[in-house]
């Protein structure tokens, strides 16, 4: 994918630690997807406990969201108190799955061999991951966007085994996610992301060859309805993915009629 207007956009919803099962319920309620809209890939994110509600009040209502969790544990079952696995994610509900978001890596110590590890255990589950990469401002400042990125993607991709099942055709989804951009209000301007974009593309390229080329590459950092529409029409955006505005179903559908 190129963010050309020949390919569907996706507008990925992670709702952190909001929005538990009664509000998940009033969400699904009021969503309304945009008329003319059809082709834009919805993915919600909410939390697990939120995954069955979801699955349960989707049905039947027309609305196309397909539903991911924002973390699991790498092994399948075990003694980890206060875990998930990927079977037990899918299971539920779940197709996709956020790995290396930057409040894993910075909050509770995910590390780039961790992000891997679940990246393979996704893969083993038949989840489809979603891998956020992004600079923090001080490495922005000090000139190491690339070499930040290419660390991110390096590792993630190192394993021989997660290559492999990109090359055989399993679907894997990489977010630019500028960390002085989510949560601040602060938001890449279009030639940013997409200077970024296409930095990530030539790394996936390089690690992956012909796999990276069906490889969708989303923005996050502060989407809003008000600068959805530049941001999804930028050069190398495929999507975007939204953290506080996607907790709005008003705003959350403003944002997928930004998509061309
Ligand atoms: C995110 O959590 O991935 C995110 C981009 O958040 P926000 O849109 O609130 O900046």
Known sequence: MSGSAANARIVAGNWKMHMGPSRARAFVEAFRHPEG?????????????????????????????????????????????????????????????????????????????????????????????????????????????????????????????IRDRIHDGERFLVAYEPVWAIGTGETATPADASGAHAFIRSRLESLLGDGASGIPILYGGSVKPANAAELLNAQGVDGVLVGGASLDPVSFAKIIDGAP
């Open 37 to 161: 809209r059809e082709q834009v890939e919805v993915l919600l994110f909410p939390p697990a406990v939120s995954l069955a509600t979801l699955v349960d009040g989707l049905r039947g209502r027309g609305v196309q969201a397909r539903l991911g969790v924002q973390n699991i544990h790498p092994e399948r079952e075990g003694a980890f108190t206060g875990e998930i696995s990927a079977e037990m994610a899918r299971e539920a509900g779940a197709r996709f799955i956020l790995v290396g978001h930057s409040e894993r890596r910075q909050i509770f110590g995910e590390s780039p061999d961790d992000t891997a590890r679940k990246i393979a255990a996704a893969f083993r589950a038949g989840l489809t991951p979603l891998l956020c990469v992004g600079e923090t401002l001080v490495e922005r400042q000090a000139g190491r966007l690339e070499e930040v990125l290419g660390r991110h993607l390096d590792a993630a991709l190192s394993p021989r085994g």
